[in-house]
């Protein structure tokens, strides 16, 4: 298996730097069509090929190489070869043509690529052949798209749900002040506390300020609740079990005497809910009814807006079950190792490793990547059944609404003008362009789900099959 570079999009700086091949000469390339949208090409490598990469090679090489009695970089390429191996030599060149002439054999042969290709390298004949099994793009037929209806679920908002939000914000604004009673679930106290277990002490803590609120698992599940009913001045005695998965395996499941002496006590000095507080809180309102009033606005907006995207989610999975896809396996491979990638760099950045999160979720590292490959061909249906109904429906964005999406995309960016220039690249702007046009399928199939609007371009019982990619790339955008 060749193991060199397999991209085989470049940017325009990379275009300009290595694109060496003589796209007038016709490749000796014979080409195989097979099953499950998948095509195999072998290509003849002749010695004359690779002619101008083996200087390609040496130029690259030379610059890494420290080679006795000349000037780094200025070693003759006769010189770099005899000290590398012809052999060396062979694969560095083969490493900048094959991404090239795999590229230039796609455009030949008319191929609608879907992924990058499997590409190996046979040395054993002569000439060399190298052998790239391509994955086209899937075909997708949608059925009665025109027909999906779905029912609107009514939004409520309670009395009860408004008081919630208005104990939250008393909660938020109430000072802590200190009261002349027992402990009670909610107070914040002052402590010394020291836990032993099976005659070792394992914590001694002084003067430390702990929020006895219901539930609190810290330092572990029931100490809060023990503490009720507490004076100040008084030590309480209490034993409770440390919990099974507690970070410290020697003391899991062991248990572990508190002895925990309280100092102070101070609860929350809750205000009255009147139109003083009305006034008081951020924004300032007339009266507590006005305040209500606000809330229940402010509650119904976050529901209707949670209420369209869960029924805007129902319509694409309606139109996902709809569909039939013919599709390569690689693709669905290449897309299900994008999702562990992206996976896997979220849990660096809560400082979690891969194996740590499957030893959680209790799952096996196989499990976990048939999930993956699951969620990949579920991504993949939907990106292109919705390709299929924004090409029957005759939708797209016009280079005027892809300027206008760029511009929102990049403000405020680090570096605006990096990224408007990598966006404005045309595989990027049709990707843009793709993903505006999906965002306008979802919303012509809300309207017809809804029952607003039947008209469709497309058959209402069958849509044509169609093959459009959602990124050049290979990997699947999301709506």
Not at 374 to 393: C, F, G, H, P, S
């Amino acid at each position: 298996m060749w193991r060199g570079r397999q991209a085989l999009a470049f940017t325009t700086s990379e275009q300009c730097a290595c694109l060496l091949f003589d796209w007038s000469v016709a490749l000796k390339v014979t080409r195989e069509d097979l099953e499950q949208r998948e095509v195999a090409l072998s290509i003849e490598v002749e010695e004359g090929d690779l002619a101008p990469y083996y200087d390609k090679a040496y130029r690259h090489l030379v610059q890494r190489l420290n080679v006795p009695g000349f000037r780094k970089g200025k070693a003759p390429r006769s010189v770099v070869q005899r000290l590398v191996g012809d052999g060396v030599m062979l694969e560095e060149a083969m490493e900048f043509f094959v991404p090239e002439a795999v590229e230039k054999a796609i455009k030949e042969q008319g191929i609608e690529q879907g992924a990058a290709p499997r590409l190996e390298v046979d040395r054993e004949k002569s000439p060399i052949v190298l052998k790239a099994t391509v994955p086209l793009r899937p075909k997708v037929v949608v059925s009665a798209y025109s027909e999906i209806r779905l029912p609107l679920e009514p939004i409520e908002v309670t009395d009860q749900e408004v008081d919630r939000v208005l104990e939250d914000m008393r909660w938020a604004q109430a000072p802590w002040a200190p009261v002349d009673r027992p402990v009670a679930l909610g107070d914040r106290v002052t402590i010394d506390a020291r836990g032993q277990v099976e005659g070792k002490q394992v914590t001694r803590q002084e003067g430390v300020e702990f929020y006895a609120g219901e539930g609190n698992p810290s330092p572990v599940k029931g100490f809060a609740e023990a503490l009720v009913g507490a004076q100040a001045g008084e030590t309480q005695e209490f034993t409770l079990t440390v919990p099974d998965d507690f970070a410290d395996a020697e003391l899991a499941g062991k248990e572990c005497t508190f002895q925990v002496m309280v100092h102070a006590i101070k609860a929350k000095l809750l205000p009255e809910l009147d139109d003083e507080f009305a006034k008081g809180v951020e924004g300032g309102y007339e009266s507590l009814a006005a305040l209500k009033e606000k809330l229940w606005e402010g509650i119904r907006n976050r529901k209707s807006e949670d209420a369209r995207i869960k029924y805007e989610e129902s319509v694409v999975e309606e139109l996902a079950g709809r569909a039939t896809l013919e599709i390569s396996p690689m693709l669905v491979e290449h897309e299900a190792q994008h999702i562990l990638e992206e996976e896997e760099d979220t849990l660096k950045r809560q400082r979690v490793t891969v194996d740590q999160y499957l030893s959680l979720m209790g799952r096996s590292q196989d499990q976990h990547q048939e999930d993956a490959r699951k969620e990949a061909l579920d991504r993949i249906t939907r990106v292109y059944a919705l390709n299929n109904v924004a090409e029957m429906e005759g939708i797209s964005a016009t280079e005027a609404e892809v300027d206008q999406e760029i511009d929102r995309l990049v403000k405020g960016a680090n570096d605006e003008k990096r990224m408007r220039r990598n966006l404005n690249e045309p595989d990027s702007r049709a990707s843009v362009g793709s993903i505006l046009a999906r965002r306008r399928a979802i919303e012509r199939l809300v309207a017809i789900a809804k029952g607003e609007e039947t008209r469709s371009t497309a058959p209402a019982s069958l849509s044509p099959a169609t093959e459009i990619t959602p990124e050049g790339s290979g990997n699947v955008g999301t709506a």
